[in-house]
């Protein structure tokens, strides 16, 4: 079955669209990094006492993070036939530690273990709304700065016309905006 990464900075609504997805389209199974497994409870527990101070150290954890999630759950559940659809993956690393200023190229090497997804999904949104957003959800974080958020968006969208993948104005009704995915990972995997 197919493996589909839904992208977007803080806030833009992966969470949410993926919440919905699972009503819409049959066999989801929901994950996300950083993953349940131990490298991503280390990079959750590091970020709430403020985190590495260097991104190529977050850059080697969420890439270690990936394989281990990849191997143990993604993969497995692939096999058990589901749609795996998994918040964050090769993408963030890119924009987030490409937009913190680890070489492209570095990044993408270290992730060079893992396999694509079959589609990748960027939701759009301008880093402003996307902020308001989480500061109603409650707390910010480490990545969660609108400049810094500018820049990660930047990144996400010359990545998207680079590689083909689907950019989604996010800035809609998150109801619109999980039926507009739905149809996307149905019209380009053939789903349904
Ligand atoms: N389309 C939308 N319109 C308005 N509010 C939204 C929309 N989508 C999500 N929200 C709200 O914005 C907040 C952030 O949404 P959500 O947690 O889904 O974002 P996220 O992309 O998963 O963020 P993170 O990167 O922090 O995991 C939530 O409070 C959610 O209810
Ligand atoms: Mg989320």
Redesign the pocket.
Known sequence: MPFVAIE??????????ISHLAGILPRVYATREPSGGPIGRLIKEWALRGGSSDPHVDALLFAADRIEHYRREVKPKLMEGFLVVT?RYVESSIAYQGAAGVPIDFIKYINSLVPKPDLTVI?DVDPQIAVE??S??GGAEKFEHAAFLRRVREIYLRRAAEEGHPVVD?????EA?AREVAEIIKTRLQIG
Do not use: F
């Open positions: 977007g900075i803080d806030g833009s609504g992966k969470s949410t669209v918040e939701l957003r989480i109603r959800r996010a800035s809609r009704p998150p905006v």
